[in-house]
């Protein structure tokens, strides 16, 4: 069984950068698609982006398009989330999510349907 551990959350101020990552604690993320989804207090779970198994899908969502970078290493099993241009309204608690996908496929995608999921991080942004 996957499990993810998200790191680098942090207290930020407006304009600052951060770097997110999800690694897994047991298992590999080999076969999983991986997307990071954002929720802030008194609002709905948000994806924010996704990338697929081999690295060669990536999305965003239009809030952090521009702003954010998606990558992943597959050798140190771990995905990275770069954010930078960081404004008060990229606070929330940020997690990770795995999807497993079947061989030879690429695709990822920002709903809630993932196999496993992160404890979560917490990135707080300053005005």
């Known amino acids: 069984q996957l499990q993810l551990v998200e790191s680098g959350g942090g207290l930020v101020q407006s304009g600052g950068s951060l770097r997110l990552s999800c690694a897994a604690s047991r298992g590999t993320l080999d076969s999983y698609a991986i997307g990071w989804f954002r929720q802030a207090p008194g609002k709905e779970r948000e994806g924010v982006s996704c990338i697929s198994a081999r690295g060669g899908i990536i999305n965003y969502a239009d809030s952090v398009s521009g702003r954010f970078i998606i990558s992943r290493d597959n050798a140190k099993e771990t995905v990275y989330l770069q954010m930078n241009s960081l404004k008060p309204e990229d606070t929330a608690v940020y997690y990770c999510?795995?999807?497993?996908?079947?061989?030879?496929?690429?695709?990822?995608?920002?709903?809630?349907?993932?196999?496993?999921w992160g404890q979560g991080t917490q990135v707080t942004v300053s005005a």
């Open positions: 999510a795995a999807d497993l996908t079947p061989p030879n496929s690429a695709y990822c995608h920002l709903s809630s349907k993932h196999d496993y």
